[in-house]
């Protein structure tokens, strides 16, 4: 089955630039998603289409795409940016279809 | 603005089906352009996509839990189900609907509702 693998945590000093990766073998051909999660909410969607911001979401948070492996680089950290992180992407290959997430990042603001 | 709402018993007995419905509001079931989706998250833990339905009701199933889900729509009354049976303790999660774009991205979520699994 298609797995995606991100770290389970990133810590980072408020003001510093946080990156988090997540690997899948089919990203090259899938675009990746990044969720936000903080404890007792909803994911919210940061980035869609491994690059793209939502409105509403700050211009700090970016992603970009390199071969099997997709970033969520958020710069100028603050500390209510500490929350956890999961990428999603889709897997449509042969007969099958699913959706699939990371096991998330917890991001730790110093 | 899009709203979606979780409903359905809080606690379930091991070996019986869990049902919850999902309450749209801001658009429709029956919009073409959009997947309506379930999604779980067991205590502490990640993300599982358990499946989704669109407006001609064609739907996709996690193959992990294919055999014992069902997800269905309800354009009477703009929502749709999902029955989960043969539950056990590992089902406990928090349970999320959602509508998922025809990229397969979630941007708008309910704010999820929790089952537990126990005698």
């Known amino acids: 089955s298609y797995e995606l693998t991100q770290p389970p945590s990133v810590s980072v000093s408020p003001g510093q630039t946080a990156r988090i990766t997540c690997s899948g073998d089919?990203?090259?051909?899938?675009?990746a998603y990044w969720y936000q999660q903080k404890p007792g909410q909803a994911p919210i969607l940061v980035i869609y289409?491994?690059?793209e911001r939502p409105s509403g979401i700050p211009e700090r948070f970016s992603g970009s795409s390199s071969g099997t492996t997709v970033t969520l680089t958020i710069s100028g950290v603050q500390a209510e940016d500490e929350a956890d992180y999961f990428c999603?992407?889709?897997?449509?290959?042969?007969?099958?279809?699913?959706?699939?997430f990371g096991g998330g990042t917890k991001l730790t603001v110093l | 603005q899009v709203q979606l709402q979780e409903s359905g018993p809080g606690r379930v007995k091991p070996s019986q089906t869990l049902s919850l419905t999902c309450t749209v509001s801001?658009?429709?079931?029956?919009?073409?352009?959009?997947?309506w989706s379930w999604i779980r998250q067991h205590p502490l833990k990640g993300l599982e996509w358990i499946g989704y339905?669109?407006?001609?009701?064609?739907?996709y199933y996690n193959p992990s839990l294919k055999s014992r889900v069902t997800i269905s729509l309800d354009t009477s009354k703009n929502q749709f189900s999902l029955k989960l049976s043969s539950v056990t303790a590992a089902d406990t999660a928090v349970y999320y609907c959602?509508?998922?774009?025809?990229?397969?991205?979630?941007?708008?979520w309910g704010q999820g509702t929790l089952v537990t699994v126990s005698s």
């Open positions: 801001g658009d429709s079931v029956s919009n073409g352009d959009y997947f």
């Open positions: 999603q992407s889709a897997d449509n290959s042969g007969t099958n279809f699913y959706v699939v």
């Open positions: 089919a990203l090259p051909k899938q675009y």
């Open positions: 959602a509508r998922g774009s025809a990229r397969h991205y979630f941007q708008h």
């Open positions: 289409k491994d690059t």
């Open positions: 339905i669109n407006y001609s009701w064609t739907s």
